[in-house]
T-cell receptor
Framework: DGGITQSPKYLFRKEGQNVTLSCEQN?????MYWYRQDPGQGLRLIYY???????QKGDIAEGYSVSREKKESFPLTVTSAQKNPTAFYLC?????????????FGPGTRLTVL | AQSVSQHNHHVILSEAASLELGCNYS??????LFWYVQYPGQHLQLLLK????DPLVKGIKGFEAEFIKSKFSFNLRKPSVQWSDTAEYFC??????????WGLGTSLAVNP
C-alpha cells in the first residue's frame, strides 16, 4: 500500500537533546511538508520541500532543521534551540503537478521533551 | 494576508442533530478549498474539496460543503451526525508557493 510513514509514534527526549523525526513516503510525490499541531492552534508549517536537495522555511522554522537527500525521505530534526518542542508533528506530501494542492498525511509523531 | 477562520472551536451535539461548521477565508487568487478530518488516533484525512464547478461539494461519510464566493465561505454540513463523527475538523485554502493555509480547527464531540 502506498502511503506516508512516520516513526516513532511516540518519542521522549530530555531537554537539551536534539531529536530526529522520520518521514518516508512511497507515493512518488515530489513535495513534502512538516507541520506542528498544538491544541487549538491548527497546523503550523515548519518546513517544506518541493524537490530533492531543496527546502524552504515555513512559518515556525526556528529551532528546527530538515534535509531532503532522497525523494522519499524528509527527516525533521528538533534541535535544543527549539524553546517548546513538545508537540504533535505531522508530515505530509503532495503529488507532483497536482494543480489543486491536495496534501496527504502521515500518522504523526508525538514528541515529549522532559 | 491569507487566512482561514473557523468560527467554532468546540461543538457538542447529540446524535441525529444537524451540523454546520463555519469556515471563511481570505485569499486573492483562485481558490481551492479543503476540509480535512482527524478522528481520534487516526491520520488527518481529506473529507472533501472544492476546485471549480458546482459550489455544493459532497464528501465522504455524508458530509457536504458549499462554496459561497460572495461570502468567502466554505461551510461544512451534515444533516444527521453520528457518534463516530467525533473528531477534529480543519478547513484549508491553497496559498502561495503551493502551501495550504489552515484554520485553527473545530473539535466536534457527538454524544450518543
Amino acid at each position: 500500500d502506498g502511503g506516508i510513514t512516520q516513526s516513532p509514534k511516540y518519542l521522549f527526549r530530555k531537554e537539551g537533546q536534539n531529536v530526529t523525526l522520520s518521514c518516508e513516503q512511497n507515493l512518488n510525490h515530489d513535495a513534502m511538508y512538516w507541520y506542528r499541531q498544538d491544541p487549538g492552534q491548527g497546523l503550523r508549517l515548519i518546513y517544506y520541500s518541493q524537490i530533492v536537495n531543496d527546502f524552504q522555511k515555513g512559518d515556525i522554522a526556528e529551532g528546527y532543521s530538515v534535509s531532503r537527500e532522497k525523494k522519499e525521505s524528509f527527516p525533521l530534526t528538533v534541535t535544543s534551540a527549539q524553546k517548546n518542542p513538545t508537540a504533535f508533528y505531522l508530515c505530509a506530501s503532495r503529488k507532483d503537478r497536482d494543480p489543486y494542492n491536495e496534501q496527504f498525511f502521515g500518522p504523526g509523531t508525538r514528541l515529549t521533551v522532559l | 494576508a491569507q487566512s482561514v477562520s473557523q468560527h467554532n472551536h468546540h461543538v457538542i451535539l447529540s446524535e441525529a442533530a444537524s451540523l454546520e461548521l463555519g469556515c471563511n477565508y481570505s485569499y486573492g487568487g483562485t481558490v481551492n478549498l479543503f476540509w480535512y478530518v482527524q478522528y481520534p488516533g487516526q491520520h488527518l484525512q481529506l473529507l472533501l474539496k472544492y476546485f471549480s464547478g458546482d459550489p455544493l461539494v459532497k464528501g465522504i461519510k455524508g458530509f457536504e460543503a458549499e462554496f459561497i464566493k460572495s461570502k468567502f465561505s466554505f461551510n461544512l454540513r451534515k444533516p444527521s451526525v453520528q457518534w463516530s463523527d467525533t473528531a477534529e475538523y480543519f478547513c484549508a485554502v491553497n496559498g502561495n508557493n503551493r502551501k495550504l493555509i489552515w484554520g485553527l480547527g473545530t473539535s466536534l464531540a457527538v454524544n450518543p
